[in-house]
């Protein structure tokens, strides 16, 4: 192979050998990180944390600031592409490399995904089912916000994931205290949607507007928390067609160049209300590793590099199981079963709620994969 030769900043092709910049150090960059250096391609982390999951496994690691205009240049003029490893990186951080080289997705989609207000507003213009939503800053805005109904999710603007930032509120006398709870910062509340099961859809799209979406995934939370995500979903043809569109429609929105997950209710007459959106590679989308024809993580290095898509074919039934907390003790458990694929993500230190590793087991067309993970609270 012929040595990686610099071309321009906007370049649209980059071949094995050039240098992938992930923001962000987390299991997510680690299994990009793996993803591409599969396909020959480096790996450039910049982190504000010296210990990290991607760190590990990256060729090269900036540790600094994400507020350190100059180690972010310098970290910008060492890569050809750069992408995000979690949508919570600041956006300043991101326009300042976006000066310097290509960023996939654009910081104008992370500036949407960042604001949970901006987020609802975006999917209501893009005229797909949300639960009614009210954005309160003000005691004014708070008192119009119970026109919303009851029971409600109330949700920081900012800042949330796996169940942080957000507090149910029963009744309209309930409203105010929960507020407080969140330390009455810029928030939204959010109508409670009776739902019957919860799935996302992860689509991958190329700059140039090539789209391959994954069939929908189901998805078992616990305390906020995705416990088990399992292929197939239990839901109509009708359904998950509905799902697989809107996905396409978010991405085709937004113009966004790379992997992207949509979170949505499944009503009981099968219709779909969009939750959240995220513009990276998606918990729920890890059975892709060990059961699909091409991974989430290797469809974002392929966006990045500008390579055609691969394949979302399924290879398998499966079910991922998060290990969270202390479950990462239960690792030798799953080297028994040739059916099950152990995925550790190098973290030192276990707490209650953090995503130490995931296992996926592998099951033939047509079993009933519930069994194993099915059950959220196993």
Same mark, same amino acid.
């Given at each position: ?41 480096? +790996?450039?982390? @910049?982190?504000?944390? &010296?210990?990290?999951? !991607?760190?590990? /496994? $990256?060729?090269? #690691?900036? *540790? ?18 750069? +992408?995000?490893? @979690?949508?919570?990186? &600041?956006?300043?951080? !991101?326009?300042? /490399? $976006?000066?310097? #080289?290509? *960023? ?275």
């Amino acid at each position: 192979m012929r040595p990686f030769r610099p071309s321009t900043v906007r370049d649209q092709h980059w071949p094995p050998g050039a240098t992938v910049g992930l923001l962000g150090g987390g299991q997510l960059g680690r299994m990009m990180a793996m993803a591409a250096a599969r396909m020959g391609y480096r +790996t450039h982390v @910049f982190t504000d944390h &010296p210990h990290t999951p !991607a760190g590990e /496994v $990256a060729v090269e #690691v900036t *540790v600094a600031s994400f507020s350190d205009r100059v180690a972010l240049e310098r970290f910008a003029d060492a890569v050809q592409v750069i +992408t995000y490893e @979690f949508e919570n990186v &600041p956006l300043a951080a !991101a326009r300042v /490399v $976006a000066e310097r #080289v290509a *960023v996939r997705p654009d910081p104008n989609v992370l500036a949407i995904a960042q604001d949970r207000l901006a987020e609802k507003d975006f999917l209501s213009r893009a005229a797909l089912a949300v639960a009614p939503y009210q954005g309160i800053e003000t005691p004014e805005e708070l008192s119009r916000a119970v026109e919303v109904g009851f029971p409600a999710v109330l949700k920081t603007r900012r800042e949330g994931y796996d169940g942080k930032g957000q507090v149910r509120v029963e009744t309209e006398r309930d409203l105010p205290n929960a507020w407080q709870r969140l330390g009455t910062v810029p928030s939204v509340l959010e109508r409670w949607i009776d739902f019957e099961r919860e799935i996302s859809v992860i689509i991958a799209r190329s700059e140039d507007g090539e789209e391959a979406a994954y069939e929908p995934t189901e998805n078992q939370h616990a305390d906020g928390i995705l416990r088990a995500s399992i292929v197939p979903a239990l839901i109509s043809p009708a359904t998950a067609d509905a799902a697989v569109s809107a996905a396409r429609k978010v991405v085709r929105e937004l113009q966004c160049a790379g992997v992207l997950a949509v979170e949505m209710f499944v009503l009981a007459d099968g219709s779909v209300v969009v939750n959240e959106i995220a513009p990276r590679p998606h918990n729920s989308g890890h059975w892709t590793i060990d059961a699909a024809e091409t991974s989430q993580f290797e469809q974002q290095v392929r966006v990045c590099c500008g390579l055609p898509l691969g394949s979302v074919n399924r290879l398998h039934d499966a079910v991922m199981r998060n290990l969270i907390g202390a479950d990462v003790d239960t690792w030798n458990r799953y080297l028994g079963d040739g059916r099950d694929r152990l995925h550790l993500y190098g973290k030192k230190v276990s707490r209650p709620g953090r995503k130490m590793g995931h296992v996926t087991r592998l099951f033939p067309f047509g079993s009933n994969p519930r069994a194993f993970g099915g059950d959220a609270g196993a």
